[in-house]
């Protein structure tokens, strides 16, 4: 080599490790990895938001506002008391990805082996809990009103176990995805074409929804418990879903905690309002407490002056025969075709006015599709 060459050479090397200085001084000024807010040792709590229900809106993020949040560490050996609490009275901006970060200091929650949970949106619920770990999954907060969208969001059990040298450089990340504490449903009904101006909805009602949420899946209990447990928890009087008539083609939502009844023993979808076919233990009551909901309307029969009031009541659950379970974080969407007034179909009852009689019964058939 040259000895211009190596001139060149070095001229290069030395360009070279100046702009890497300035590269490094500008990166070190300007503080473009800020971990200010991420104490070294400390936990950052990762909140993911759960997504979208509604098939046409899946990947997107859930839209309720996190306004506060506790979280409980119980020992992996010791569920007796909460071993730390904290409580984030407000929260920043969600992430781009939807995440919400929860930072917090050395002190607020010790590295052991054990298990975190989160839960948003009680407010001061949670201030003077000193329970144990199964009284924390059973605690309920009110859910006295069905229209309105409950903002309940839970996560955990977590389970922690600390890592030699975690901790050292930043914050521990505890991933919190958070969950509906909630059932949505959707109600619409639709008329056979045939039918016209006949059929008229007037109002739609609900009985046997809970009036509390747990804070976790069946308060805690096994899955062959029925929940809520305490009668006491449920509203068995029927109530408005909404004001009003409901148009052709309307629909209704409204929310619920999860009512969580068991699996009864229809052979047959109109079965499924029988109450020997219920998922009850006693005898002749076996449909106790489990959720309906009921149409009230007016029915013209064709060459009628006068309407008759019927009402159509539909069991809700997973399907359209035995299940009776209503379960959190789960969107059901009911569509009802209504081809008539049938009263021989033990879903629809004649509440009044007259009943045509025919020289042969006339099968109008009702269908529920649950999508």
Do not use: H
């Not at 059973?138 to 176990?161: E, F, H, M, R, W």
């Not at 008229?200 to 029925?226: D, F, Q």
């Not at 009776?324 to 629809?348: E, P, Q």
Request: negative net charge; hydrophobic residues 35%; contains cysteine.
């Amino acid at each position: 080599m040259n000895r211009k060459m190596k001139s060149r050479n070095k001229i290069y090397s030395v360009l070279l490790v100046r702009i890497l200085a300035v590269l490094v001084l500008a990166g070190w000024l300007c503080g473009c990895e800020d971990t200010s807010g991420i104490p070294e040792g400390g936990f950052s709590f990762r909140l993911q938001q759960p997504p979208a229900l509604r098939v046409d809106t899946r990947g997107t993020l859930n839209t309720i506002p996190i306004n506060n949040v506790w979280v409980l560490q119980y020992k992996s050996d010791n569920t007796d008391e909460p071993l730390k609490t904290y409580y984030f009275s407000s929260v920043g901006d969600a992430l781009d990805n939807g995440t919400i970060e929860l930072n917090t200091d050395k002190a607020a929650f010790s590295r052991i082996t054990s298990r975190f949970y989160v839960i948003a949106n009680v407010g001061d619920a949670l201030k003077d809990f000193k329970g144990s770990e199964a009284d924390l999954m059973g605690k309920t907060v009110g859910c006295t009103t069905i229209t309105d969208q409950p903002s309940l969001l839970t996560a955990g059990p977590l389970n922690y176990t600390p890592e030699a040298g975690e901790g050292e450089t930043g914050a521990i990340p505890i991933i919190a995805p958070l969950q509906r504490a909630y059932a949505t449903i959707e109600m619409s009904w639709t008329k056979k074409d045939f039918m016209g101006n006949n059929m008229t909805i007037n109002s739609v009602e609900i009985a046997n929804v809970p009036n509390v949420m747990a804070l976790y899946a069946r308060g805690g209990g096994g899955l062959s418990v029925k929940y809520p447990v305490d009668a006491a928890m449920i509203n068995k009087n029927l109530q408005l879903v909404g004001s009003g008539a409901l148009d052709d083609s309307g629909s209704r939502t409204f929310y619920m905690g999860e009512n969580l009844r068991g699996m009864g023993t229809a052979p047959s979808f109109a079965d499924k309002n029988l109450d020997k076919y219920g998922p009850g233990d006693i005898e002749e009551n076996r449909l106790d407490n489990c959720t309906y909901i009921r149409l009230n309307g007016s029915y013209t029969y064709t060459g009628a002056t006068d309407p008759i009031g019927v009402s159509y009541t539909l069991y809700l659950g997973g399907n359209l025969m035995t299940d009776y379970n209503i379960r959190r974080g789960y969107l059901y969407k009911l569509t009802i075709n209504i081809s008539g007034a049938n009263s021989a179909d033990v879903r629809v009852t004649i509440t009044d006015g007259n009943v045509i009689m025919f020289d042969e019964v006339e099968i109008i058939p009702n269908e529920v599709n649950f999508r």
